[in-house]
Nanobody, 127 residues
């Protein structure tokens, strides 16, 4: 398994931007699709965005389209989530997760397809 560590969370105001990073350890990072999930208090964990092993395919949840951008650098074993125009409803703990995949362009849409998880980073957006 790949080990994942998130960073970049914090407290911001509505309309601000924030960039989350997910750093991976292990030589097999390129074999993993990486997803960002989030969990707000009292709610289930939801998918935010996914990037394929190749980095050329991405998936976004509807409410994130146009505001969030996921990217990866396989040479540096990192995945980033650029979040713009943040809203109070974006407040949550954000997790990155790795899903081992045999397909370069696949973006796993289901939580059960991910077997490596980071510890999460808190994002709080004030109104």
């Amino acid at each position: 398994q790949v080990q994942l560590v998130e960073s970049g969370g914090g407290l911001v105001q509505a309309g601000d931007s924030l960039r989350l990073s997910c750093a991976a350890s292990g030589r097999s990072f390129g074999n993993y699709a990486i997803g960002w999930f989030r969990q707000a208090p009292g709610k289930e964990r939801d998918i935010v965005a996914v990037i394929s092993r190749s980095g050329t395919s991405t998936y976004y949840a509807n409410s994130m389209k146009g505001r969030f951008t996921i990217s990866r650098d396989n040479a540096k074993n990192t995945v980033s989530l650029q979040m713009n125009s943040l809203k109070p409803e974006d407040t949550a703990v954000y997790y990155c997760a790795g899903g081992l995949s045999g397909r370069l362009y696949y973006t796993p849409p289901n939580e059960y397809e991910y077997d490596s998880w980071g510890q999460g980073t808190q994002v709080t957006v004030s109104s």
